[in-house]
């Protein structure tokens, strides 16, 4: 039984995977694609996981399967703002306002230090200068809690809803949230200058001035919910608390 079960949940898997590959590299997709991949794959898929074991990330062997370096396959930002600017990705502390595209996103997180990190491999576009490439990794910290048991579909942002600390803790759910504190913002290039004027040529390219930061500290932190609804040694499923969905190999 529990064979057929774990088959159900491999071919919802390669079903996923195969309409991942179908969009022809859509990295960053909208709300009418989360949503068909919601109704169609991704809560069939969410069943049959749950139906073999359900997610509990205090119990170690599943916390563990969080661990390293993921590569985003599929992201649909809840803000719907698709990160194009630095400010963006940023919680607006890195000014730089040249269109940038987001080549590729990571996260890596590490149990033993609660560590929650993005690491965004983003290029500027600006056309008056050498085409650049950077890290942008935004350092967080994570705490393991429940989740928010949102409607299928909703969409609300939880922090802007009228409802009582009462009603929030009648919608929790099990233990599959991660509430991350982002508190730093780095801008890192992937080939380190040598010099001031090739330090110049990096910051113009993402249109930062001459005495801007490229580390930022957030005060106050920013703080984000994430749930891993779906998670194996391969694959990732996160909801954003916000609406947004995210699919990681």
Known sequence: MNNDKEGTVQHWKSILMNKIEELSGTVIGSKEISQELKVEILNPLIEARNKCVQIDLRQEDHLDLLRGQWTTVYAQYGSGVIPTKLRYISFGSLKGDTNISLVESNQEIEPEEKSYNNVLIVESSATDTTSKKAYCIIYG???????I??????DEDD??????NEEKERRTGPYQGLNVSFYRVELRPMVTPENDEEWMVFRKAFGLKEDEPLSVDLHPSKKQQTDAVFLDVDTRVMYGLSGGVYVMK
Do not use: A, W
């Open 159 to 164: 922090d802007d809803s009228d409802e009582t």
């Open 149 to 154: 048991d949102i409607k299928q579909g909703d």
């Open 141 to 147: 910290r994570y705490v393991v809690e429940q989740t």
